[in-house]
């Protein structure tokens, strides 16, 4: 039993390293070499305690991999590993579509899924999110990220 937690914790452990240190899938391996031992220590002393085994680890494999993600940005050898996203902010020179968030419009083009709307007297390059947009559609602004105004049909339900 002890050596079925040991190897289980080993395991674990080479699956966070998987995350952490990239090696090509070999600490992969390693860890499901070890998992897999585990396993079989732990049906040795009975089946209950091995498929007891199995259910802890179909759920903490999964937990660890999350966790290990969800640390990696915050450590500095993470943050060196992880590109950052473009900036959205608004950049001299191009417009301004922040006070276009919620207006209504028309699509001039069909959205497929990028194209041109009117929004009152302005026209304006937008993007739809759920698929093509016939053109003449009645359209909602859901979304403005920097030069991007993204839109979907008035009649669609919000995501």
Wanted: aromatic content about 8%; proline content about 7%; glycine content about 14%.
């Amino acid at each position: 039993m002890i050596a079925a937690i040991v190897l289980t914790l080993i395991g674990l452990g080479f699956v966070l390293a998987e995350v952490f240190f990239p090696s090509l899938g070999l600490f992969g391996l390693i860890a499901g070499g070890l998992i897999l031992a585990a396993d079989i220590a732990a049906f040795g002393e009975g089946q209950g305690m091995g498929w007891a085994f199995v259910a802890i680890q179909v759920v903490a494999i999964p937990s660890v991999i999350w966790l290990g993600f969800k640390a990696l940005p915050h450590l500095s050898f993470g943050r060196r590993m992880l590109l950052t996203g473009p900036a959205t902010e608004p950049v001299a020179g191009l417009p301004d579509f922040d006070p276009l968030q919620d207006a209504r419009g028309v699509a001039l083009t069909d959205l497929r899924p990028g194209g041109m709307a009117r929004f009152e007297n302005e026209r304006v390059s937008v993007v739809s999110i759920g698929g093509m947009i016939q053109e003449g559609t009645s359209i909602v602004v859901v979304a403005v990220e920097g030069p991007e105004v993204r839109v979907r049909p008035i009649d669609e339900p919000a995501a």
